[in-house]
């Protein structure tokens, strides 16, 4: 049963990240590449057609971990309190750059709400791949000092940063050189994400030039994926134990490496949703690995005072969570039905579709 | 310790205020967009429709405001309340995801269909998104009022050991006595704030001589729906919600009507008065004799416990508050009535439309249907106190036990400041999008 709902969280996130991960990047395309207005209104409208619907998967996925997993959600959302709240605090921020941008035809106006959606969406992607990082490399649960617990096992509470920088303390902060390294690794990816989807969306005239941009992530993001499973072993003294136990679980890095080599062809692609169904690929296989790798582990401790928080100790009773299985599997079925509708609705590019309430 | 909770609750209290200024609208403007477009459907006037279509476009401003300002809830519960979501979130986890798995799903979805899809669709599909944008928003409403429900009045759980609560029967959550009452004042109540707008964004437009038409079709609508909404906010809902409270939370009760000392022969209804915590008594009261122990119970000597009844630690712990909140919701919600009675008998007499007097009226209402939802929610919350979890979780021990209380206050300040940006947003757009006003089909 917590692998039934482990499984659905996950998919839950990931595509969560799939759907707003395009939004976030298209963000940081048109923070960094949206010279003329024409491209930059076309552009956040790529955004700011379906961030609200991509949103609610966050809203589920946050209730689907109170719901089944009551302990991981206490422990986590306490423990990462600070780097959560600016995180709400940038989505507020973001949402509000995509809806007011058309509100007043003045330059003055639309470049603010525009800097705040870019930088907004830029920051966040930053955030949630430091918060992956984090998973990986694991808390200080229990808040030991010198073999002493400060509090329930369970519990802990992260400063931002710990002046040393470094992952391999026992208590480390929320930001430091290995979380930062996952983090602009999802900056990369979700870029590619966000390029590839505009192209895919708009007819903007930096088109060409963004898939030119997406080649070049794409080498980027294929040195920085060797250099972290190379320095994995600092944060996970066996990563590979997970693979050999499970070998069926290759699948996953496997997905990420065909999305990774996928995407090198997108100057070549006849179809332009080639190049997002390999990027779509790219986020799937690189949650899906993290995951696999740390099963059934969510959040490892970095000490042995405290037992790690795996999918098990913090699940809720199993009658709480059988009883809610039908109930997600007619969820499931509903939310697919709503959007493949909307999908339709919003077929083909969206260069002319009117916007704004 | 206290500062922690002090803080902590005064951030839930700011974000949930600031919140509920969102949802209310959208459920009851749901209902009333639902009523122009079925009247379009039956009697085929463009004017119908065209007020669907208006409403709607607010009614979507504030749903966005409403998602905004509902991840921040949602989050709240974990990283402020961690110890009450440990405990409790195999209970109420079940409502709260099913709010974000079927109504969120709903309403955005099919909102999206209704505002972009009219023509695509033909108006009988066009009607039918509607519809499931009004289910999605009830629904919401429903899920979150049936997770309060267990807060104030458990039912179907277990307490296992570290003294967590586990679901027994999933069916209770939804047969609980304190749920169905609640729901329907809840629903009436936003009904009420809902057509108040409508009648007050008619008024509006009557007096600047702008879009007349549908001036007029908007005070007409906004009243009756006013009227009838504002009757059932106060009975049967409003009454039977009173009656649960006398049943399972006696202290609450107390408190929030001012009884100090248990009165033998009947206890009296308090119209006006202070309370004064010091000498525990009320000043300056003016009271009718036994006509609570009628209302609560048909009985005009049914004996009430006052509040000298009840130990220290089981009385909610802000008395004045909560008496001040329930009567400025009942104070309200009767001058509501009376003033929606005046209009109707005016819009009877055909004399609503040119009555400048009624029209200014109705325009300066609309802010106080608001206070009212939201003093009759703070009832709700500061009389379940000191309690989460009605007689078996103190607040004290819910929240989190690793975030100190320097960290609540910093996020409590950055909340209130990009709030006070988000409300100030949020009155440029309605204002904007009224000030343009409905337009017609025919351009």
Redesign the interface.
Known sequence: MEIFWFIIIAVVVTVFFILDGYDFGTGIIHLFFAKKEKDKEVISKAAGLFWDSNEVWLVAAGGLVFMAFPTLYASVFSGFYLPLIIVLWLMIFRALGLELRGQFHHPVWKSFWDTAFGVSSLLLVLFFGIALGNMARGVNLGGVEDGVSTYEAHYFFLPLWDASFSPTTTHPGVIDWFTLVIGIIAVVTLTIHGANWVVLKTQASINEQLKKVSFRLNIALALLTVFSVSIWHLIEPQPLHNYLKYPLFLIFPAIYFIGLIGQFFVLKFKKEAHAFTSSCLMIVGGISSTLATMFPTILPSTHNESPDLTIYNTATSEYGMSVAVPWIIIGLILILIYFIIQKKLNAGKIDNREYGH | MEDMIFYDRLQFAFTITFHYIFPQLTMGLSLIILFFKGYYLKSNKEIYNDAAKFFM?IF??N??MG??????M??Q????W??F???????I??T???????S???E???L??F???EK?MGQKLHFLTGFFVFLGSWASGYLILATNAWMQHPVGYEI?ENGKF???H?GKLFSNPWLLPAFLHNQMASLVTSSFLVASIGAFYLLIKKNEAYGKLFVKTGIIFGLVSALLVAFPTGDLNAKNVAKYQPAAFAAMEGIFETEHAGAEIVLIGQPNMVEKKLDNKIAVPNVLSFLTYQNWHQQISGMDQFDKEELPDNIPALYYSYHIMVGLGTIFIGIMMVAALLLYLKKVYTFRPILWTLLLLVPFPFIANITGWYVAELGRQPYLVYGLLKTVDGV?????SG?TL??LL?FVA?YL??GL?FL??VG??IYQGPQSQKH
């Open positions: 476009k979507a401003i749903f966005t998602v905004i300002t509902g991840i921040p949602e989050f519960f974990g990283t402020n961690a110890k979501s440990e405990l409790t979130g195999g209970i986890g079940q709260l995801a099913m709010e974000g798995t079927f969120f799903f709903l955005s979805s099919f999206a269909l505002i972009f899809g695509i296992i586990v679901l027994t999933f989190s036990p690793t975030v100190s960290n910093f996020t950055g990009l940006i988000l947003l440029i757009l904007k999008t």
